[in-house]
């Protein structure tokens, strides 16, 4: 049975970083695709970033690129996301997801809970 | 990037009665379309990709149609656990991956 389990999430300070965590199991990590999206507390979904399974190729939406870098541990079963320069704009609930494919195609099949991080001074 | 706009926002339906619910998207996006249905509290859960292929165990009263710019997502006979938010998602063109603002099927 596929999992797909956030942590990381919290409460910080605008400016600051904050590093979330997806740790997979249940399938063979390393052949698909991940991403990370987000939602805004009562609002629609917003795609954040995504990587091939191989770490070959990495995307980003205009609103994070250059502050936030997806990774992937193949060894650990476990995508990351490290968030810098935070902005009160980036609270939302972050949930991990698997694309349907390897070289990721870019929709998802399996989804995590999501972890809430929330920005505020 | 394209823009995924569905209507309308609210659906009122009322058990067993069919739903019709529509995606356009700003350009077109062959079929490289998919739905998702989410619940108050839940992460979004894969129904249709590649505009009409249901996914694995999704029941055969969820149908999608459509290619291009149009598309639709069809519940034949609404069911108590169908009353939820669904978004459409486009993947032809990417980054960014685009999602509708969604439309939430409530009971009539």
């Known amino acids: 049975q596929v999992h797909l389990v956030e942590s990381g999430g919290g409460v910080v300070q605008p400016g600051t970083s904050l590093r979330l965590s997806c740790a997979v199991s249940?399938?063979?990590?390393?052949?698909?695709?991940m991403h990370w999206v987000r939602q805004t507390p009562g609002k629609g979904l917003e795609w954040v970033a995504g990587?091939?399974?191989?770490?070959?190729?990495?995307s980003y939406a205009d609103s994070v690129k250059g502050r936030f870098t997806i990774s992937r541990d193949n060894s650990k079963n476990t995508l990351y996301l490290q968030m810098s320069s935070l902005r009160v704009e980036d609270t939302a609930i972050y949930y991990c997801?698997?694309?349907?494919?390897?070289?990721?195609?870019?929709?998802?099949?399996?989804w995590g809970q999501g972890t809430l991080v929330t920005v505020s001074s | 990037e394209i823009v995924m706009t569905q209507s309308p926002a609210t659906l009122s339906v009322s058990p067993g009665d069919r739903a019709t619910l529509s995606c356009r998207a700003s350009q077109s996006v062959s079929s490289n379309l998919a739905w998702y249905q989410q619940k108050p509290g839940q992460a979004p859960r894969l129904l249709i990709s590649?505009?009409?292929t249901r996914a694995t165990g999704i029941p055969a009263r969820f149908s999608g149609s459509g290619s291009g710019t149009e598309f639709t997502l069809t519940i034949s006979s609404l069911q108590s656990e169908d009353f939820a938010v669904y978004y459409c998602q486009q993947y032809n063109n990417w980054p960014p991956l685009t999602f509708g603002g969604g439309t939430k099927v409530e009971i009539k």
């Open positions: 249940g399938y063979s990590f390393r052949t698909y695709g």
């Open positions: 990587m091939w399974y191989d770490e070959s190729n990495e």
């Open positions: 997801a698997r694309d349907v494919a390897p070289a990721a195609i870019g929709s998802f099949d399996y």
């Open positions: 590649g505009a009409s």
